[in-house]
Each structure stands twice: as structure tokens, then as C-alpha cells.
């Protein structure tokens, strides 16, 4: 649905972007993830047609959004950071005048209807949009992306400023709308990107430093390995063990789980699973549970950030 392909973009001499590149199905989310001034906006920009690369295409649904702009476009619903509103109207003026400006073909107080319905914005119809809180402009926002049934949605920052009972609901609309619309959502909030995306792009300096499935991401980059243990047993006897297997760096205290049983957590450079059953049962301390630690994504995407991933030879 989606082909971006070595985009590169130039403010005057500094370089935003270089040679970004992706592509995306269908009907799924992707999170683009990234510092600030990293390049995020630029590259979302000239996906929605808003501002124009140096070098590179975007290719919406087949369609080349510099070979024919008005037909790319007409595929895609933007959601800037900023909603671009009109604060002295009322919502359902403004969309209707939206609905106007995009051309949109359909029986307009139906869909203008639906929208609002999907976006829960019904209730503010006949208020003026100054007059609404950050949440709900948010959404008005978001229906004007909806008008026109756009089969990709573009949403820069969708949740920027929002409580957290209202980014609960837009995590929950953006998941109904990836049921039915390819989604390109930027955050800087990584749980919410973990939560709602099937796939995550990092972009740090203006090129994509790590590109994978969400389920994939955080076993990706890892330079430590992490065990939880909870072992029943004398704490400092089996702290002792556990510190004298080879490959094992740390091992962490947590404290009493239970009467007699102790929670560790142990770091390696490997898999040192089998070593650590083979050890303790030598001492007759028995393992009640032993299950890897995932790296989360907000140690993942620092890694990868701070140039530790690619300096332990990894990739995505």
C-alpha cells in the first residue's frame, strides 16, 4: 500500500533525511519512533504530499505522489501534530467545509455523521472548536483525516497532550482504524507504540537505524541476557552459586518471594540457562521459576540510539 523508497531531504546545507526507505501492507500500524529533530516529521510530510524531497518517491496504493499528486492524495487521511483547525467554527462546520475542499464523493451529512461516530466527537457537533478541550480537538482532527474514507492514515504525535483516559480511547480507535486503514503513527511515548503497531521503524539523524516486526523488535539488539529466578533455598548460598558460573556478570537480589524462596535476577553475555539448573541442583536448591527477561522497548530503543546495537554487530 505504502512504497517509500531513498528519500533524502535538505534544509539548506543540513541534511534531514537520508535515503529513508520502507514499505508497508495493508491494513497494518506502523510506529515511527525517534528522538527529536531525528527526522520523523520531515519524512511523514512528504509521504502526505505536504512538503516535497530532494531525492526518492512515495508511492501511494501504486500511485507516485509527484507523478500525480491529486490521485496519491486522495488515498491519504493527515493528522499533523498540530490539528489544522479552525477554532470560530463549529465542528460540524468545519467538516463540512473539509468535506467540501477534499471533494469528497459521498452523501455528505452520512458520512459527515459516521465520522463523528468513529472519532466520538458527536456530542460537540454544534460547539465552536476553540471552546473544546485538547482531547476533543484531537479527535476533530482525526475526522477530518477520516473524511473521504482515505485508505492510509497519516497521524504525526496522534496522543501529544492528552490525558491518560484519552489515550487509552485513541489507542483504542487507531487499533479499529489499522482494522480497515494502513497507519503510519508517530510517538515518543514507546508503549503506546509497542501496544498499538505491527511494526516499528527508529529513525535517529535522518536515516533508519532499526526497521522490524513489533513482536521482533525487542529480542533484536540485545547485548545482555536477562534470567528470572526464584529459587527456594538460603539466599546468600545460592547468590554465591549463581555468581560463580562462567559467562554469568551479575546477579541482582530481589528479595523473599515467599518464606524460604528468593528472586534473582542473573545477566550473561549467553544463554547460561542450562548451566544455572545444572549448578544448583547440584546444591539442592530447588528452581520454583526460570524464565528470560525481554529487553523492554524503551532499553531497545535507546541501544539502538546510542550506537550500542550496531557496535555489538547486530541488525534488523
Do not use: W
Not at 104 to 121: F, G, L, Q, T, Y
Not at 245 to 271: L, N, P, Q, R
Amino acid at each position: 500500500m505504502i512504497k517509500v523508497e531513498n528519500l533524502t531531504k535538505y534544509y539548506g546545507k543540513n541534511i534531514a533525511i537520508e535515503n529513508v526507505g520502507f514499505s508497508l501492507d495493508e491494513g497494518e500500524i506502523l510506529g515511527f519512533l525517534g528522538p527529536n529533530g531525528a527526522g520523523k516529521s520531515t519524512t511523514m510530510n512528504i509521504i502526505a504530499g505536504y512538503i516535497s524531497s530532494d531525492t526518492g518517491s512515495v508511492k501511494i496504493g501504486g500511485v507516485d505522489i509527484l507523478d500525480d499528486p491529486s490521485a496519491a492524495k486522495k488515498k491519504i487521511g493527515y493528522l499533523p501534530e498540530v490539528p489544522p483547525l479552525y477554532n470560530d467554527m463549529t465542528v460540524k462546520s468545519y467538516l463540512e467545509f473539509m468535506f467540501d475542499l477534499k471533494k469528497v464523493r459521498m452523501p455528505k451529512d452520512e458520512h459527515i455523521n459516521k465520522v463523528c461516530a468513529m472519532s466520538k466527537i458527536e456530542n460537540v457537533k454544534e460547539r465552536i472548536i476553540k471552546h473544546l478541550s485538547k482531547g476533543y480537538r484531537q479527535r476533530v482532527g482525526l475526522a477530518q483525516a477520516l473524511l473521504g474514507d482515505p485508505p492510509v492514515l497519516i497521524l504525526d504525535e496522534p496522543t501529544a497532550g492528552l490525558d491518560p483516559a484519552q489515550i487509552i480511547e485513541m489507542r483504542k480507535l487507531i487499533s479499529m482504524l489499522g482494522k480497515k486503514h494502513t497507519v503510519i503513527l508517530s510517538s515518543h511515548v514507546l508503549s503506546e507504540v509497542q501496544s498499538v503497531c505491527d511494526k516499528i521503524i527508529v529513525i535517529n539523524n535522518g536515516k533508519i537505524v532499526a526497521d522490524d516486526f513489533t513482536s521482533k523488535f525487542t529480542k533484536s539488539g540485545r547485548d545482555t541476557q536477562r534470567i528470572r529466578l526464584v529459587v527456594e533455598g538460603r539466599e546468600k548460598n545460592t547468590y554465591g552459586i549463581l555468581k560463580n558460573i562462567d559467562g554469568v556478570s551479575e546477579v541482582i537480589k530481589k528479595g523473599e518471594t515467599e518464606k524460604g524462596c528468593f528472586e534473582f535476577t542473573v545477566e550473561s553475555g549467553a544463554d547460561v540457562r542450562r548451566a544455572v539448573y545444572r549448578a544448583l541442583s547440584k546444591s539442592d536448591c530447588t528452581i520454583l521459576v526460570m524464565s528470560p527477561i525481554e529487553l523492554s522497548l524503551e532499553e531497545t530503543f535507546l541501544n539502538i540510539i546510542s550506537g550500542k546495537y550496531n557496535e555489538n554487530g547486530g541488525g534488523f
